[in-house]
């Protein structure tokens, strides 16, 4: 059954430098989103990305982040100078089409920031 | 504001009885609903869902049920397993593109 991955599993990292999450979703999936989960609270939406652009996105995403798709495969989120509240579970989802169904989910980057 | 919660924090239930998870949503406008698991150190995984002209949609083992009413939404497994056991989570979709998530009920099987 095709899955979404992730790399890293774990990333450890200083405040202020910057650090790339990848993913690569689901072949043929066109739909692409990013969430994180601090530890012990709800899963919370970050930014979701079709046709190479933002088609929405929370408060949570500000000028720190930023997305992208390098490659036919890759879909990465960078945090430009992470901060302590930055430690989080991250993880990529991927759908076939934003209306309908499910997005399926990676397993996640934990990224903790010291 | 955007609101999805859930009533329990954690559900203790004996193998074999049936489980009933539930969740609050705000927003009327909403027209899409999912339940997702969540087990220890994975991604949420896609149980569920159900759209608001329904009142109640069933999968292998479980269903779901929809109050619009009331906004409330409901997960029922049957015959409740250990490999059940996991953190369970309502979404509500706001908008084609946005998955807003409810804060998780654990569920716990004994034997």
């Known amino acids: 059954e095709p899955e979404v991955t992730q790399t890293p599993s774990h990333q450890v990292t200083q405040m202020g430098q910057e650090v790339i999450l990848r993913c690569v979703p689901i072949?043929?999936?066109?739909?692409f989103y990013w969430y994180r989960q601090i530890l012990g609270q709800k899963v919370e939406f970050l930014v979701s990305?079709?046709?190479?652009?933002?088609?929405?996105k929370s408060e949570i995403f500000d000028d720190q982040f930023s997305v992208e798709r390098p490659d036919g495969s890759n879909f990465t989120l960078k945090i430009r100078s992470t901060k302590l509240e930055d430690s989080a579970m991250y993880f990529c989802?991927?759908?076939?089409?934003?209306?309908?169904?499910?997005?399926?989910f990676g397993p996640g980057t934990r990224l903790t920031v010291t | 504001g955007e609101s999805v919660g859930l009533h329990l924090p954690t559900l203790s239930v004996q193998e074999g009885d049936n489980s009933i998870i539930n969740c609050a949503y705000s927003?009327?406008?909403?027209?899409?609903f999912i339940w997702y698991k969540q087990e220890s150190g994975k991604g949420p995984q896609f149980i569920i869902d159900?759209?608001?002209?329904?009142d109640k949609r069933q999968g292998q083992r479980v269903t779901v049920l929809l109050n619009k009413t009331v906004k409330h939404l409901s997960l029922q497994i049957a015959a409740t397993q250990p490999g059940d056991s996991a953190v369970y989570f309502c979404?509500?979709?706001?908008?084609?593109?946005?998955?807003?998530f409810g804060t998780g009920t654990r569920l716990q099987v004994f034997p």
């Open positions: 989802a991927s759908s076939e089409s934003p209306s309908v169904g499910e997005q399926y």
């Open positions: 927003n009327s406008a909403s027209d899409y």
């Open positions: 072949s043929n999936h066109l739909y």
């Open positions: 979404a509500e979709n706001w908008g084609p593109d946005k998955l807003i």
């Open positions: 159900i759209r608001s002209n329904m």
């Open positions: 990305f079709y046709n190479n652009e933002i088609s929405e």
